[in-house]
C-alpha cells in the first residue's frame, strides 16, 4: 500500500522568509502524482501546487515550488516570501492515475510577523 | 474554476436520528465522488468512494450501514449517517473527481456534525 509521510508536525517562518516542508512516500507504482494541499482555518481543501511523476522538471506555482527526488521518493515543497495568509496546515498526498488520494499526516506552518 | 458545494455547513443533530449530507459538483460532471472524515488536528481519512449508478466502495473498518452513500447522478452524492451518536460528530469533507486526465479532485468546503 502506498504511505505517505511528514515528519514535521509543526514548522514556524519569519514572515518574508523561506521554508521548506518535507514529504516522503512509498509506492512501487510508475506512474502517479504527487500534490501538496493546504488547509487553512475555514478548513477549505486548497491545491497549491501538483507533479506528475514522468515529469522531471519540478512543478512551481508563483511563490510555492517542490523538489521531487523521484528515486528517494521525496516531494518537499517551498515557500518563498512567506506571507501572514500562508499560515495553514499544508498535506502531502499521493495518487496513481484515476485512483484515491493518500495524505500524509500534516505540517502545522506559523507564520510569525 | 471547478467547485464543489456541501449542504449543511454545520448540522446539530440529537443522537439517534439520521442526519443527510449532500455533495455537488456545481460546473462538472463527476463519475467519482469521495467522502472523507477529519478528526480535529488530524488529516483527512477517506471513508468510502462513490460511482455514479453503483454501489459505494467503503474504507476498511467504515460501516456502511451506519454510513449511507448514493451517488445518484454525475454532480450530486449525499453522505447519511444513521442512527447518529456523539461518537460520530466530526468534520466531514467530500471531493469530486474530474473525468478527464488527470482526474483533477476538488473539495467541498465541509460539513461540521456535531451528535448531542
Known amino acids: 500500500a502506498q504511505t505517505v509521510t511528514q515528519s514535521q508536525p509543526e514548522m514556524s517562518v519569519q514572515e518574508a522568509e523561506t521554508v521548506t516542508l518535507s514529504c516522503t512516500y512509498d509506492?512501487?507504482?510508475?506512474?502517479?502524482?504527487l500534490f501538496w494541499y493546504k488547509q487553512p482555518p475555514s478548513r477549505q481543501m486548497i491545491l497549491v501546487i501538483r507533479?506528475?511523476?514522468?515529469?522531471?522538471q519540478n512543478a512551481t506555482e508563483n511563490r510555492f515550488s517542490v523538489n521531487f527526488q523521484k528515486a528517494a521518493k521525496s516531494f518537499s515543497l517551498k515557500i518563498s516570501d512567506s506571507q501572514l495568509g500562508d499560515a495553514a496546515m499544508y498535506f502531502c498526498a499521493y495518487r496513481s492515475a484515476g485512483e484515491k488520494l493518500t495524505f500524509g499526516t500534516g505540517t502545522r506552518l506559523t507564520i510569525i510577523p | 474554476g471547478a467547485v464543489v458545494s456541501q449542504h449543511p455547513s454545520w448540522v446539530i443533530c440529537k443522537s439517534g436520528t439520521s442526519v443527510k449530507i449532500e455533495c455537488r459538483s456545481l460546473d462538472f460532471q463527476a463519475t467519482t465522488m469521495f467522502w472523507y472524515r477529519q478528526f480535529p488536528k488530524q488529516s483527512l481519512m477517506l471513508m468510502a468512494t462513490s460511482n455514479e449508478g453503483s454501489k459505494a466502495t467503503y474504507e476498511q473498518g467504515v460501516e456502511k450501514d451506519k454510513f449511507l452513500i448514493n451517488h445518484a447522478s454525475l454532480t450530486l452524492s449525499t453522505l447519511t449517517v444513521t442512527s447518529a451518536h456523539p461518537e460520530d460528530s466530526s468534520f466531514y469533507i467530500c471531493?469530486?473527481?474530474?473525468?478527464?486526465?488527470?482526474?483533477?479532485?476538488?473539495f467541498g468546503p465541509g460539513t461540521r456534525l456535531t451528535v448531542t
Open positions: 471531493s469530486a473527481a474530474d473525468r478527464v486526465p488527470p482526474y483533477e479532485q476538488y
Open positions: 507533479q506528475e511523476a514522468y515529469k522531471q
Open positions: 509506492t512501487s507504482e510508475s506512474d502517479y502524482y
